[in-house]
């Protein structure tokens, strides 16, 4: 069975970091991207930082130059560091996971995301 955990949320002030990890267990396929996501209340869930095999990091403009996402090789250990936070950066952060597997000749997409982990930024 595969699981994301997250950890590392929690409330912090105005300009201060945190530093979120996503640990995923159970991978039976090949990961090809790993990213992480937020969502704001009564919003849909918006991507925030990605890394796809074969290309770098990319980023929401929204956080570039604050936030760093960063993999291990395996891409089963994903971080998301978070500086120079925001009021507005107050969201619930989702770890995701992409990867696929080739049965009977074709390839199978495979998607997890871990459970949520709440970020709070006070002002």
């Known amino acids: 069975q595969v699981q994301l955990v997250e950890s590392g949320g929690g409330l912090v002030q105005a300009g201060g970091s945190l530093r979120l990890s996503c640990a995923a267990s159970g991978i039976f396929f090949t990961i090809n991207d790993v990213g992480w996501y937020r969502q704001f209340p009564g919003k849909q869930r918006e991507v925030i930082a990605t890394i796809q095999n074969g290309d770098g990091a990319r980023y929401l403009d929204a956080v570039k130059g604050r936030f760093t996402i960063s993999a291990n090789n395996n891409k089963n250990i994903v971080s998301l560091q978070l500086d120079s936070l925001k009021p507005e950066d107050t969201a619930v952060y989702y770890c995701?996971?992409?990867?696929?597997?080739?049965?009977?000749?074709?390839?199978?997409?495979?998607?997890?995301w871990g459970q949520g982990i709440q970020v709070t930024v006070s002002a």
């Open positions: 995701h996971l992409g990867g696929s597997l080739g049965i009977e000749g074709r390839m199978e997409r495979y998607e997890y």
